[in-house]
C-alpha cells in the first residue's frame, strides 16, 4: 500500500514560477526521497533528505522535511518545460525497500 | 557505466499466458528490488534481493508471482496464469549496496498488458 499522499495531484504553471509539492507520510524513516517520473521512464533520484535534516538544497530543487508532522515539501524553483513530469517522494525506514507517495503531476507551459 | 535495464520494454499477453520480466542491475550492485506501478500511482513494493537471497517477498500479490537472482546479477520475474489485473509497469532497481541513504537506481520499466 501507498505510504501516503501527494498533493496537489496535479500542478499546472508558467514557465519561470515556483513549484511546491507536499508529500506526508505515516510510519517512522530513516530518510526521504524525492524522485521524478518522466512519462513513459524510469524514475530518476532528485534527492535525499535524512531523518535528522530538516532542509536540503540541490540545484534549483530544495526539500524540507518535519518528522514531527511526518511531511515534506519539494520546491523546484524558475521552472522549465523541461520539468514537467510526474514527482514521487519516497520513504526508507527499517525495511530495505521504498515505500512510495502517489504522486505530482506537473505541467510546465512554456 | 550502463543503467539498469530491463526488457522487454513493452509484453502484451493473453489471459493465462505465462510471462517473464528480465532485469539487468548496475554491474556491482548488490540489492535489487521489483516495483509494480499500476497507472497514476506511485509503484508499490513487490521482492528484495542481496545478491542471490530473497530476503523479503512480501510485496508479491499472489503464488503466480516469482521472481529468481539465481547468480546475484540478472534477475527474472516471472508471472504465471496471468489476469487482467496484473496489467502494470514492472520497474526494478538496483542499489550498491545495504546502506543507511538507500538510493536506488530504477530501470526504464517493463509495461505488461494484459487482454
Known amino acids: 500500500s501507498q505510504q501516503g499522499e501527494e498533493d496537489p495531484q496535479a500542478l499546472s504553471i508558467q514557465e519561470g514560477e515556483n513549484a511546491t509539492m507536499n508529500c506526508s507520510y505515516k510510519?517512522?524513516?530513516?530518510?526521504l526521497q524525492w524522485y521524478r517520473q518522466n512519462s513513459g521512464r524510469g524514475l530518476v533520484h532528485l534527492i535525499l533528505?535524512?531523518?535528522?535534516?530538516r532542509e536540503k538544497h540541490s540545484g534549483r530543487l530544495r526539500v524540507t522535511l518535519d518528522t514531527s508532522k511526518k511531511s515534506s515539501s519539494l520546491l523546484i524553483t524558475a521552472s522549465r518545460a523541461a520539468d514537467t513530469a510526474s514527482y514521487f517522494c519516497?520513504?526508507?525506514?527499517?525495511?530495505?525497500?521504498?515505500?512510495f507517495g502517489s504522486g505530482t503531476q506537473l505541467t510546465v507551459l512554456p | 557505466g550502463a543503467g539498469v535495464s530491463q526488457s522487454p520494454r513493452y509484453k502484451v499477453a493473453k489471459r493465462g499466458q505465462d510471462v517473464a520480466l528480465r532485469c539487468d542491475p548496475i554491474?556491482?550492485?548488490?540489492?535489487l528490488f521489483w516495483y509494480q506501478q499500476a497507472l497514476g500511482q506511485g509503484p508499490e513494493f513487490l521482492t528484495y534481493?542481496?545478491?542471490?537471497?530473497?530476503?523479503?517477498k512480501s510485496g508479491l500479490p499472489s503464488d503466480r508471482f516469482f521472481a529468481e537472482r539465481p547468480e546475484g546479477s540478472v534477475s527474472t520475474l516471472k508471472i504465471q496464469r496471468t489476469q487482467q489485473e496484473d496489467s502494470a509497469v514492472y520497474l526494478c532497481?538496483?542499489?550498491?549496496?545495504?546502506?543507511?541513504?538507500?538510493?536506488?537506481?530504477f530501470g526504464p520499466g517493463t509495461r505488461l498488458t494484459v487482454l
Open positions: 554491474s556491482g550492485h548488490v540489492s
Open positions: 533528505i535524512r531523518s535528522n535534516e
Open positions: 510510519t517512522s524513516i530513516n530518510n
Open positions: 534481493f542481496q545478491n542471490e537471497a530473497q530476503l523479503d
Open positions: 532497481a538496483s542499489s550498491l549496496a545495504i546502506v543507511k541513504d538507500n538510493e536506488q537506481f
Open positions: 519516497a520513504t526508507s525506514g527499517s525495511a530495505r525497500q521504498l515505500t
